[in-house]
Structure formats: structure tokens, C-alpha cells
């Protein structure tokens, strides 16, 4: 059981610092798995806020059948989903703070993801199709392995080896444009 | 972008925002239950209060409107009715106009000369013919054939709720004034020496209307007759004034009419009954035959009393004047022949004295109710 699981146990127990030790662990990712279906770092912050209000209030079930990771993850994609098929794939946001968001992203990248290299290639992922840089990222920066992310994406194991071989050729082609190599793929 | 505090306060305070708000909301959905819950209980207690007072008492056909209550008081009345009969203070003349102007249902010609009023149950209009002597009206409430205390005797005439011209009392005089289910109308006849006026209207209204009539005349019973034989329960007794000659005692029976018991039974008798009680109505009178005359029965049970009084019939519990029985019924814990030969020695003519073993000195309780006689 990870540390995320335990963190739970004792905001169940009626301790609010478990829910802020999750939030401490687990915002930055995310928010930025979030950002992979919205497409908007604010917009992804808010769905994150909203996916913890959501534990804090309802306190789900976490049976311990998947990592805690896997789980929060499920409970946000399920609440980006929502927003979506609620809000529509639009963006709204301001042109004047279009930059202002590319720089607060690029911050949370930074503090995330540590590397040049990882870096190089989170930003490639934006400019493959969704669904590709989603898997990916949950594979190459979340550590999950084919049933986490199936379980996640609500797909089963075939489909997910399947979508992660053609993501990754689709991101190798994107690497080779730039003169990349990453040993990863 | 919000650090990690910062998220998690905002978190903590919108949970204490959405737990105030369910809060409130939890309190508002309780007290709109609460209030219609309350509401729900106070439309049942009324309904059940309307029930109550609508329902019929016991031992009282469904017709009957009296309370329990109201019956007591009733009976206390006939008591003093009937004490001040004896003593000649009845209003004769008076209470015809009392039943004029008031919807008493008691007041039925009590003291006017053949000019009774009856109330009675049902659509039954064969028994007109029978209401010979006098002038006697009646009418009757709501449709409910338990009600028509003079069906049973066959004596009696009725009409139905809404259906005055059943009130076919041809041989009655008298204007009488239906008010059956909120249709008022009259009735009028010739020949009239008074007027009464009756209320018919359904049970419940019927209840009001004779509560506030009961209430009036407790006010006033020095002019108030006392006959109204639906009204009296059944089994009472003693309320008639005795004809000491021949009067072997009376009792209203189970349907609400008064039984007479007569040593002689004879149409003069029953005339000189009808003349020294002018509230009994020939419909709802039934004659028997008596085999002793009440004033031998009291004597009787006075002797007895005394004697037991004095501590001579130790094996006697109780003794009672059973007026329905034509007997005084004396209750004995033992077999003992002496003494029953000893209480049987009181009485002089033979056979008044019904003994009964109740084999303990407690009596059952309902040894003790008189029962009405069963044709």
C-alpha cells in the first residue's frame, strides 16, 4: 500500500493533514494528466481542486485493488469527462492570458518532471493526438504500468498495448523530426 | 498556480461551506416534515374527534345521539323529572310551548294533551294507524332502521331523512317541523293543539343539535318532560311514574322502548298509565303482565335489607329489585335450607323472591346489571 492509501486512511480517521499530504503528493501530476484532456493548465487546476474536494466529501471507498495513484486518477478523469461533455471542448480563455497560462504550465513542468530530456519529449506529447499523449504520459512520467493506465482510461489491457505500441511510434516520428533519440521508446 | 496549502485550504473551506449549506438544508427539509407531520396529526386528531362524536355509544342504536355523558345527565334529569312529578310541580302547560320554539327533540308533547312526538328511524309508514290515542307525530332521522325504536314493537310511525311525505300521521294534530339533512320543511296539519317542532338530520348533526338541546334543558328542567324514549338507555328503569294500584314496575328495553309491567293489564289500566304519565307514548309503550305489584316488591326488598341489616341472613351476599324480572333476586353464597326457608319466610305472597347462588360474597359484576326482558 502506498503512501497515498495511508495518507487516506488517517484523513478517514478524521485527520485533515492525510488529505493535504495527498494534495502535496499528488497535485502536480494531476493536473497535468488533466491538462491532457482539457487542454487548459487552469481549467485542469481546477478540475485537480475539485477531484479532492470530491474525496474530502463523499470520502469514497478505496478498496486497495489498485495503487492510490490509479484511483485519485480514475476519480479525475471521470470529473475531466464530465467538465467536457458539460462545458464542450471550447476554450474560453482570454487571449491576453494565453500567456500567462503557457508559463504557468511550463513552471509545473518544470517542477514536476525533472530532466531536460523528460522534458523534450512532455512537450512532444502535446503535439501527438490526445489520446496518444495521455497514455503516454501516464507510462513514461506516472510510472504506471498497461493495467493502472487501462484501468484509468477505462479501456482493457489489449486495447492499451495496442494504442502505447502506435503512441510510440507516433512519438518517435515526432522525436526523429527534431533530430531526438529517446531510449525510452 | 495555487500551491499545495493554498489548494488545500480552499478545499477544507469550501467543506465547511457545503457542510453549513447541507446544514441549513437539512434543518429546512425537517421542518417542512415536521409541519406536515404536524399537520397530518392535527387533520387525524380531527377527523378522529369528528369520528368519536359521531359514533353511536354503546348500548344506544346508531340513531341515538347522546353521549355517555349527555345520557347521564339525561337520566339524572328524568330522576328529578320523575321526583317532581310526584310532587306535582310538572309544567303541563308550558312545555308545549318549550317544544314550539326549540328543536328539542326531548320536549315531544311531553305535557300537552295528545300531543307527543316521537323520534324515530326509518321509512316505515305502515305503523300510522297505530298511533290512536293521541296525536301523536313522529319523524325520524336519517335512514338507518336501527333507529326506529318503534319498529320493533310495531308501534310508531316514521318517516325518512328527505322524505317528508312519509310523515303520513293522519290521526295526528299538530304542526310539526322536519328539519331532516338540512332541508327544512314543514309539515303542517290540521287540527292542531301544539306545535313541535323535531330535528332530523343526519347522526352527526343530529348529535350537535341534541347536545345543545340537553345543555338547555339541564339549564331549565322544571318544564321540561322527560319522556323521549330513543333517548333513554336501555334497561333503565323507575323514570315512570308508578300507578301503585296495579304497577308492577317499567323498564326501557334494549330497543328503547319503555316496558310497563301491570298486575292487571287492562285498557283502563293502561289509560289511567297513559293519563298519570302524559310523556308515555302508546308507540312506544309495551304492556306485560306483572305478578306483583312494585310497592310488594319494595316492601320486600325493605324487609330483606333490614334483615340483612341486622345480620339474620348471614348467607345472603346481596339482594336487588329486579324490576325487569317482577322480582326481588336475592344472592346467597350457600345452599343452606335454613336460610332460604328464612328469606323465602319475607314474603308473604310466595314466588317474589328469586335466589340466586353466587357462591362467594363477591358478586359478578354483571349480576349486577339488570337485563332487559327478551320477547
Keep these: 500500500m502506498d503512501n497515498g492509501a495511508d495518507s487516506y486512511r488517517c484523513f478517514l480517521d478524521g485527520d485533515d493533514i492525510g488529505m493535504t499530504e495527498i494534495i502535496r503528493d499528488y497535485k502536480d501530476g494531476l493536473i497535468l494528466f488533466l491538462n491532457r484532456y482539457v487542454h487548459n493548465i487552469w481549467t485542469a487546476e481546477e478540475l485537480a481542486e475539485d477531484t479532492f474536494f470530491c474525496i474530502v466529501i463523499k470520502k469514497p471507498r478505496f478498496s486497495g485493488k489498485y495503487s492510490f495513484k490509479t484511483w485519485l486518477y480514475t476519480i479525475g478523469r471521470n470529473l475531466a469527462v464530465n467538465h467536457i461533455k458539460r462545458m464542450g471542448r471550447v476554450n474560453s480563455t482570454d487571449p491576453e492570458d494565453l500567456e500567462q497560462m503557457a508559463h504557468d504550465e511550463k513552471t509545473l513542468e518544470q517542477s514536476y518532471i525533472s530532466g531536460e530530456e523528460r522534458l523534450l519529449v512532455h512537450s512532444a506529447l502535446s503535439r501527438l493526438r490526445p489520446e496518444y499523449g495521455r497514455i503516454l504520459y501516464l507510462k513514461f512520467f506516472e510510472d504506471l504500468d498497461n493495467g493502472q493506465i487501462a484501468r484509468i482510461m477505462k479501456k482493457n489491457r489489449r486495447q492499451i498495448e495496442n494504442m502505447l505500441y502506435q503512441s510510440k511510434r507516433a512519438l518517435k516520428t515526432e522525436l526523429d523530426k527534431e533530430g531526438y533519440q529517446y531510449e525510452g521508446l | ?375
Excluded: H
Aim: proline share 2%; glycine share 10%; with cysteine.
Design chain 2, 1 to 375: 498556480m495555487k500551491d499545495y496549502k493554498e489548494m488545500s485550504e480552499d478545499i477544507f473551506r469550501r467543506r465547511d461551506e457545503y457542510m453549513a449549506k447541507r446544514q441549513r438544508r437539512t434543518k429546512k427539509i425537517a421542518a417542512a416534515v415536521s409541519g406536515v407531520c404536524l399537520i397530518a396529526l392535527l387533520t387525524t386528531g380531527i377527523c378522529q374527534g369528528v369520528i368519536l362524536q359521531g359514533r353511536p355509544d354503546d348500548g344506544q342504536t346508531p340513531g341515538m345521539t347522546q353521549t355517555a355523558g349527555k345520557q347521564d345527565e339525561i337520566q339524572e334529569l328524568q330522576k328529578k323529572k320523575a321526583y317532581s312529578d310526584e310532587k306535582g310541580d310538572i309544567d303541563q302547560g308550558s312545555s308545549g310551548e318549550d317544544n314550539e320554539t326549540g328543536n328539542d327533540a326531548k320536549d315531544n308533547g311531553g305535557n300537552g294533551v295528545g300531543n307527543g312526538t316521537e323520534d324515530t328511524t326509518g321509512s316505515d309508514a305502515k305503523d300510522n294507524g297505530e298511533n290512536d290515542a293521541g296525536n301523536v307525530t313522529e319523524d325520524t332521522t336519517g335512514s338507518d332502521a336501527k333507529d326506529n325504536w318503534g319498529n320493533d314493537a310495531g308501534n310508531g310511525t316514521e318517516d325518512t331523512a328527505g322524505n317528508d311525505a312519509k310523515d303520513k300521521v293522519g290521526n295526528n294534530a299538530g304542526n310539526v317541523t322536519d328539519d331532516e339533512t338540512g332541508n327544512d320543511t314543514e309539515d303542517k296539519r290540521d287540527n292542531v293543539s301544539d306545535k313541535d317542532t323535531l330535528d332530523e338530520t343526519d347522526m352527526a348533526a343530529k348529535n350537535k343539535e341534541t347536545n345543545a338541546d340537553e345543555e338547555t334543558d339541564s339549564g331549565s328542567s322544571e318544564g321540561t318532560s322527560i319522556d323521549a324514549p330513543v333517548q333513554e338507555q336501555a334497561g333503565a328503569t323507575g323514570a315512570l311514574k308508578p300507578y301503585e294500584e296495579f304497577w308492577g314496575g317499567s323498564y326501557m328495553d334494549e330497543n328503547g322502548c319503555w316496558v310497563v309491567l301491570l298486575t292487571e293489564d287492562t285498557p283502563e289500566n293502561r289509560q289511567k298509565v297513559f293519563e298519570y304519565n302524559p310523556s308515555l307514548k302508546e308507540s312506544s309503550t309495551i304492556f306485560r303482565k306483572a305478578d306483583y305489584t312494585k310497592a310488594y316488591l319494595t316492601e320486600l326488598m325493605a324487609v330483606i335489607s333490614k334483615a340483612m341489616g341486622n345480620n339474620e341472613l348471614p348467607n345472603v351476599s346481596s339482594a336487588a329489585l329486579s324490576e325487569d324480572k317482577n322480582r326481588v333476586v336475592v344472592y346467597m353464597t350457600s345452599e343452606d335450607e335454613a336460610s332460604v326457608l328464612k328469606v323465602n319466610s319475607f314474603d308473604t305472597l310466595g314466588g317474589a323472591i328469586e335466589i340466586v347462588y353466587s357462591g362467594s360474597d363477591v358478586m359478578e359484576k354483571a349480576d349486577l346489571i339488570e337485563k332487559p326482558m327478551m320477547y
